[in-house]
């Protein structure tokens, strides 16, 4: 089973999260977020992810640390299931529509972190959810996954809705690309022979 288990305490959160990349969907979120439960849980679904994540944080302050963090443990999991990512297809992308937002997602699980974060939010928050908090989850995210990921908004006028379509976007992407291609499930998806 290609599962991450990750406990991370910090003296902001505190975190148990269990990532399964064969987990057909089922989740079990609470974050002290409303809203980032919800976009975990469409990640996890559209994914096709087994994903729990308990988290309790310094959300009297704000979300961020909630947000960031999470995005740090989902990103050790995630490395800690891939493992040494023998047989993977590596790369994947989509173009995801939502209403009126249109979202380009693209990933490379190369061993190499960088996020390419092309998204104008249209408002500064989704109820008390700060939007500029998203950067920050897949900056975390792609900081200790090692892999590399792009967002690039060709549409959108609803904050909810461009956050909705990136965080499906992104759970089916990164699905594709960490699934094993059978023709070739005994090699390494690179010519140095290493991710």
Known sequence: MRTGTIRRTTAETDIDLTLDLEGEGETRIDTGCGFLNHMLTLFARHGRFGLRVKCTGDTDVDYHHTVEDIGIALGEAYAMAIGEKKGIFRYADI??????TLMICAVDVSGRSFLGFHVDMPQAKVGDFDTELVKEFFLGFTRTSDVTLHFRELSGENAHHVIEAMFKAFGRTLAKASAVDPDHADEIPS????L
């Open 191 to 194: 010519t140095k022979g290493v």
């Open 95 to 100: 173009i995801l529509p939502m209403d009126e």
